[in-house]
């Protein structure tokens, strides 16, 4: 396997706690995915992004660490994790592990410590602790917005406030202590000996803030606490540790800047290798958005010598199927709302048109789990099920994340759709009754499900090696371009579009030799 495998992978998100459950807690564990390997290495898949597997009170779903270096008993064993990556291995595939760097758990050593500390005292100096203003310190030090909406400080018994721009369960680090740098290398060291091919680096434009903390100020720069010089700094030390291994580690950030030149920065060759591109998951089904975005993330990338990526979704935002069949088909935050009308069978439509698009695309590929089966969000989970901090701390008006986080749908007719052995607990999040249709069961062997859609798109994909380059002459509404000797096309106007060459694959049926609206398909 080449050593720049990380340039045009397939990469496959397992949020562990909704694949598949091992030993039938109705949670999700190592067992689980170990015992699917099979399937995801049919798939075809080059390497599997696992979200947060470590010990974790879970108040945002495994992104509040409590132990960097071990597995939450909920998933099974550090050993479990060492013979996942061993027989990942043994399929050709690679793991890739997520570090969250920007925060910690209340429940970490570190901040129980802090706690339990003075004010001035050096275990409060990990993190931001600051006293109020106001004449008693009842206000927050600063005006800072949480990035899942409210006041980002909390005040603790002796006065004092700390500093979390997620929950209040996970307090921000200090990046300027050298004890937290020096610990993240460590634990970056400490997945990369067991034979993690790379991280993901959670929240990875956050990490470093102005030391004075001061309020933001809209437009200035640079930013209090987004995407700061210094980063820089904190991924070339990294970069030089993934680099120090015999088979080179990757970093893949995850970084929300939308000045794409911004973004390339941190991809620079002695920087983090990819990093996840947000602008193109945000924008709507519409050509000339998708295309503009497309040429933004080429020019952006090539000065520094950087393999783009592209995502449809993932464990924070809509399922693509349901995004695509509204009104407003672009993804952002401030939009969810409960009640939106949807059409299911257009966003599917739209979404299969779209992974051939993505598949297509010169990078490497990130596919969420389920999004191969082509699931919807899941829009009407009972309120006293939902989980997610971002739907508390909006007052409930947010639906937050848990309606993408439905545990799959393997086998059978009824729920838990072989989530979970039988005689299991119920899953932790209710699959709807009527997902028999989506199991991979039911999906494999059908020749116009999403499963096989995929399956043959990342096949033929490993032989999608030239060069890209628009096509000329495509009518307006339709994206055309070649991936060397092959052609994409992917029709978002109204009308059908004529065809010739002879056809690889294809999203959708193609009547009378056609390209129908919201489809689209590999020419050679
Ligand atoms: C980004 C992660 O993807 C998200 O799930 C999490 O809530 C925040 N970072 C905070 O860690
Ligand atoms: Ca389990």
Redesign the pocket.
Known sequence: MSEQWWRNAAIYQVYPRSFADGNGDGIGDLAGVRAKLPYLAELGVDAIWFNPWYPSPMA??G?DVADYRDVDPVFGTLQDAEKLIAEAGEHGIRTIVDI?PNHVSDRHPWFRAALAAAPGSPERELFHFREGRGEHGELPPNNWKSEFGGCPWTRIDDGQWYLHL?AAA?PDLNWDHPRVRREHEEILRFWFDRGAAGVRI??AGLLAKDAALPDLVPGAHPHPYLDRDDLHDIYRSWRAIADSYEHPRVLIG?IWVPDTERFARYLRPDEMHTAFNFDFLARPWDAGQLRESIDATLAAHAPVGAPATWVLCN??VTRTVTRYGRADTRFAFDAKAFGTPTDLALGLRRARAAALLTLALPGSLYLYQGEELGLPEVEDLPLDRLQDPMHFRSGGTDPGRDGCRVPLPWTGPEQPFGFSPDGAKEPWLPQPADWAHLTVEAQSGDPASMLTLYREGIRIRRELRGGFGWLPDAPEGVLAFRRGDVRCLVNLSASPLPLDGEVLLASGPLPDGLLPTDTAVWLR
């Open positions: 945002d779903g992104y969250v997620f996970q959670d929240s995850e464990h924070d």
